[in-house]
């Protein structure tokens, strides 16, 4: 298991903890990717990182570089 690298340290509870922002948007987007490809239905997946208000939906603001 990654313990601590320049990338990552260990945080509580076992987890890993990625350093770089980039990582992390890879690693969600990757995840993301693989719930698509899974069969998971896209307005489910879109839901994940929108919010409703005032009855539109509007994207998650600091989400927004994992959707670009």
């Excluded at 307005?43 to 939906?57: A, H, K, M, S």
Aim: include cysteine.
């Amino acid at each position: 298991m990654c313990r601590h690298t320049t990338l990552t340290e260990e945080a509580p509870g076992g987890r890993v903890w990625w350093h770089h922002a980039s990582t992390q948007t890879y690693l969600a987007g990757r995840w993301l990717l693989g719930l698509l490809k899974a069969g998971c239905p896209v307005p489910t997946v879109i839901n994940l990182f929108t919010r409703e208000v005032d009855g539109q939906r509007h994207l998650v603001p600091s989400l927004r570089e994992l959707i670009a």
